[in-house]
T-cell receptor
Framework: DAGITQSPRHKVTETGTPVTLRCHQT?????MYWYRQDPGHGLRLIHY???????DKGEVSDGYSVSRSKTEDFLLTLESATSSQTSVYFC???????????FGPGTRLTVL | AQSVTQPDIHITVSEGASLELRCNYS??????LFWYVQSPGQGLQLLLK??????LVQGIKGFEAEFKRSQSSFNLRKPSVHWSDAAEYFC????????????FGTGTRLKVLA
């Protein structure tokens, strides 16, 4: 357990509404990542952060934004949710001096 | 472009039988390679990793994997499967430039018959 929590764990929302998912870590790791998991695609990187206020895009960043104002929190925002964003979202941290990533429990998001 | 291929979407084995899950990667440099396991409704747990050195690496839960540069492969093995090994398994490559962005394979779902 790398001290990662995600909230909410489940969310159902409607198309066009904004949604924010939160990832919280307790161990001051510098690198944090957001992935989405979809059947037949494995996990795909949405955005990542390499420090407070330092973020960059991943493979599937369209329609998503992120913010990191504190080391411990990495927020993923869907400005206007679409049905194609129905997915399971995982946050991950990378331990210092290592390339290993450890994953949170995930958030299941359904956009109706 | 970098990619990871897991050719088997589903595999079924009997309890006690041996297991091999295949993973092939496409990456110009020597990659960092990982295997993760995901039980239903759970997050991903790291099974093992390869960075350099001995090409046969041992992981948790009795799993091992062998890196074969000539075949661009990193196959996961277990000599005797237990019913609790039923899960989905993901192979991943870490891109070593800057932050370690991972590329995941599409996963192999393992079913274990009693």
């Amino acid at each position: 357990d790398a001290g990662i929590t995600q909230s909410p764990r489940h969310k159902v929302t409607e198309t066009g509404t904004p949604v924010t998912l939160r990832c919280h870590q307790t161990e001051n790791h510098r690198y944090m990542y957001w992935y989405r998991q979809d059947p037949g695609h494995g996990l795909r990187l949405i955005h990542y952060s390499y420090g407070v206020k330092d973020t960059d895009k991943g493979e599937v960043s369209d329609g998503y934004s992120v913010s990191r104002s504190k080391t411990e929190d990495f927020l993923l925002t869907l400005e206007s949710a679409t049905s194609s964003q129905t997915s399971v979202y995982f946050c991950a941290i990378q331990t210092s001096g290592s390339s290993e990533q450890f994953f949170g429990p995930g958030t299941r998001l359904t956009v109706l | 472009a970098q990619s990871v291929t897991q050719p088997d979407i589903h595999i079924t084995v009997s309890e006690g039988a041996s297991l091999e899950l295949r993973c092939n990667y496409s990456y110009g440099a020597t990659p960092y390679l990982f295997w993760y396991v995901q039980s239903p409704g759970q997050g991903l747990q790291l099974l093992l990793k390869y960075f350099s050195g001995d090409t046969l690496v041992q992981g948790i839960k009795g799993f091992e994997a062998e890196f074969k540069r000539s075949q661009s492969s990193f196959n996961l093995r277990k000599p005797s499967v237990h019913w609790s090994d039923a899960a989905e398994y993901f192979c991943a490559v870490a891109l070593t430039s800057g932050t370690y962005k991972y590329i995941f394979g599409t996963g192999t779902r393992l079913k274990v018959l009693a």
